[in-house]
């Protein structure tokens, strides 16, 4: 039984690295996929600048994770029968709410919303990951392509 516990705990942790693997929001980084790709560049200037929390939208692998391991550890070791049945279904309903709660706080990260004035009156807002710092007055590009847009200098 501790085998299984710890098999499962082992796909666990891969399955949620494996969940952060979404098209990047940096500025800085591409996909392959957005490699060697045409990208329409506006000029502006920033307006505005504030933090935000990007939080992807959850997997089910915490949840699923969770209710087997908060199972098979509430029914292996908890009385006998219909008795071990019972607190295993509790154990997976209480392992799968904390699993999704874990997931939810790994996976969010810190973002910028950055308020861009382009050079042709229009104002955008575009929300990326916070690894470039913005201030109001920066000259700035806007590339806008390959279903991304980003904020670059």
Sequence with gaps: MRYLAATLLGSAVA??????????TSGS??????AQQVFVVELGAVE?????TIQPGPTG?????????????AGSNIGRGTGAVAAGIGGAVLGGAAGNAVEQRVTQRQGLEIVVRLDSGQLISVVQDS???FVPGDRVRVLMGNN???VTR
């Design 148 to 150: 991304s847009v980003r």
């Design 15 to 24: 399955s949620l690295a494996l969940s952060g693997c979404e098209a990047p």
């Design 48 to 52: 505005s600048v504030r933090p935000v």
């Design 131 to 133: 690894d470039q710092q």
């Design 29 to 34: 980084v591409f996909t392959p996929a957005q």
């Design 61 to 73: 692998i915490g949840a699923i994770t969770g209710g087997a391991l908060g199972g098979i550890a």
